[in-house]
T-cell receptor, first 115, second 113 residues
């Protein structure tokens, strides 16, 4: 079982719809959760950053973390064609004093917002 | 403009050649990272550095080396390139090690023939 599972899509929705993107994970040590947006041939861009469980809202974006279920979500309200991109979830354990400190990424979901 | 720059943008390289990918950040971040991104495999950590003078191995370090002589620069070297190293390489940085947000550069697209 992979540490982080993310449906690759593509997910195609009409403009204005609410989009739900999700990841599941297996490592209970993960405490930090991030969502990145990546446009074609560009670097990942940090969208949302949350620590532990709960919700965080930023404009049209809401990140939700349920550590008991090992499940995180990103909701996009009033979706726009400019939201079309690949969305990557990423997570990290708390600092442990050793080991690799990079993020563990999902493989990304390709989102298409139809005008 | 604050951020991360990478060079070259793209490169075609003959197998067996040595190649150094450059990464520079101006955010005074302590930690820096190198990832490769491959279709179907996602982003995988190659090497990281928590602070100048220290480096560590990530998930896929074989065939790559790094150095961190100062805070701003974190070059990635392929000593003898092989076709399986064809990938898009991203450099990233964060203020501190651990769970902090990581910020990514624009990437280097490398093709090894």
């Amino acid at each position: 079982q992979k540490e982080v599972e993310q449906d690759p899509g593509p997910l195609s929705v009409p403009e204005g719809a609410i989009v739900s993107l999700n990841c599941t994970y297996s490592n209970s040590a993960f405490q930090y959760f991030m969502w990145y947006r990546q446009y074609s041939r560009k670097g990942p861009e940090l969208l949302m950053y949350t620590y532990s469980s709960g919700n965080k809202e930023d404009g049209r974006f809401t990140a939700q973390v349920d550590k008991s279920s090992k499940y995180i979500s990103l909701f996009i309200r009033d979706s726009q064609p400019s939201d079309s991109a690949t969305y990557l979830c990423a997570m990290s354990a708390m600092y442990s004093g050793g080991g690799a400190d990079g993020l563990t990424f999902g493989k990304g979901t390709h989102l298409i917002i139809q005008p | 403009i604050a951020g991360i720059t990478q060079a070259p943008t793209s490169q075609i390289l003959a197998a067996g050649r040595r190649m150094t990918l450059r990464c520079t950040q101006d955010m005074r971040h302590n930690a820096m990272y190198w990832y490769r991104q491959d279709l179907g495999l996602g982003l995988r950590l190659i090497h990281y550095s928590n602070t100048a003078g220290t480096t560590g191995k990530g998930e896929v370090p074989d065939g790559y080396s790094v150095s961190r002589a100062n805070t701003d620069d974190f070059p990635l070297t392929l000593a003898s390139a092989v076709p399986s190293q064809t990938s898009v390489y991203f450099c990233a940085s964060s203020a501190r090690r651990g769970g902090n947000e990581q910020f990514f550069g624009p990437g280097t697209r490398l093709t090894v023939l």
